[in-house]
């Protein structure tokens, strides 16, 4: 078994998601140690922000739309309109203990190059993102011939915010290039639960809806 595929398979102790937050965000809750200081990248509406402040974590967060910096403003969270692409150079190294990527990799621009930065900023990071080498992905593209179109994915290809999707494999191949450690790695299901934890890289990379990544720097 090779180091990446153990890395893939070191996902004790989940909890089952509740209905009133998504599985993703309940799995990366659940990897934030209590008491950090925590940065969420492109927070949205502050969703994830709330779960973690009320675990005791110490969380601020930047947004690219206005109006979600309004929502996280109105429930009193620390919140600045920011871009993951040309802010996150301003944030000097090791400010904060985790820094969370949360279904934004795909819509940066220069994904290695935040990848990097969540790294320097966060002595620890946490990527969660959809795995566009999901079979419904792969048989959407056999079957009608056109860009696929999911319940978490519902934009047509000329009105998504995505441009760089990617695949399981892809993001792991990616960790290997610029030498980053990964700590712990779920595949979610469609409902937003784990998937067995001995299955093969493959397995994920076929069925899994979304993959969670906790990273850390990797020896120099």
Not at 36 to 49: H, I, M, N, P, Q
Not at 201 to 219: A, I, K, P, Y
Request: hydrophobic residues 40%.
């Amino acid at each position: 078994m090779t180091a990446q595929s153990e890395a893939l398979q070191a996902t004790g102790g989940l909890v089952r998601p509740a209905d009133a937050y998504r599985g993703d965000h309940l799995l990366v809750a659940e990897m934030v140690a209590p008491g950090s200081r925590v940065l969420d990248v492109g927070c949205g509406e502050g969703d994830l922000l709330r779960l973690l402040e009320s675990r005791g974590v110490d969380g601020r967060g930047i947004e690219l739309s206005r109006e979600g910096v309004n929502h996280c403003v109105a429930k009193g969270l620390a919140v600045i309109q920011g871009d993951a692409d040309t802010d996150l150079v301003n944030y000097p190294d090791d400010s904060f203990d985790y820094v969370i990527l949360s279904q934004t990799l795909q819509a940066t621009r220069q994904p290695k190059v935040v990848l990097e930065h969540l790294l320097r900023i966060g002595r620890r990071a946490i990527v969660s993102f959809p795995n566009f080498g999901h079979w419904r992905m792969r048989l959407q593209l056999l079957v009608k011939g056109q860009m696929p179109r999911t319940e978490h994915l519902p934009a047509t290809w000329y009105d998504t915010a995505n441009i760089h999707f990617c695949t399981i494999k892809d993001f792991v191949q990616l960790c290997d290039e610029i030498n980053v450690k990964m700590e712990r790695a779920v595949a979610l299901n469609l409902n937003g639960l784990p998937l067995r934890l001995n299955a093969p890289w493959w397995f994920w990379n076929m069925f899994g809806e979304q993959g969670v990544f906790l990273l850390s720097r990797g020896s120099r």
